[in-house]
């Protein structure tokens, strides 16, 4: 793996994502949502379901899809970080990927964040 975080911070990712992967609390939702997102990068399902709030977790989640179908992640973006309350928060990020030699896609989503017991949980993305 490359030395840099593909979160997007421009650190190395042992000082950056790496910490929360194994195990360490995000200190905010924006950490947490680009831990995810390095989680997607780096097919790690079980940090995945870890970091998802269990109110709204799959049972599973696999990246079995055939090479030529799965994403390639390109960038991120996060556009916005607002606490919405004492143990809520929302981010709006902007991710790019592409699927085999397609066009490059720009997903948008608005994500909401909880946290427990310390803790910061992905809960649910929300239309705008």
């Known amino acids: ?6 979160c997007g911070t421009g650190r190395g990712y042992a000082a950056c994502c790496g910490p929360l992967h194994e195990g360490s609390p995000a200190p905010d939702a924006e950490a947490l949502m680009r831990s995810r997102y390095s989680a997607y990068v780096l097919e790690d399902a079980a940090y995945l379901l870890r970091s998802w709030h269990a109110s709204t977790r799959p049972a ?4 079995d899809e055939p090479p030529a179908r799965k994403p390639a992640w390109l960038k991120l973006e ?4 607002a606490a919405t309350g004492e143990d ?3 981010v709006i990020f902007v991710a790019r990927y592409r699927i085999g030699g ?9 994500s909401r964040f ?8 992905y809960l649910d993305a929300v239309v705008d």
């Open 1 to 6: 793996m490359a030395d840099t975080c593909p």
């Open 60 to 63: 599973d989640l696999s990246f």
């Open 114 to 121: 909880v946290r427990e017991g310390g803790r910061w949980f």
């Open 88 to 90: 809520t928060a929302e």
């Open 102 to 110: 397609g066009s490059v896609v720009r997903m948008r989503e608005h």
């Open 78 to 81: 996060v556009k916005s970080h």
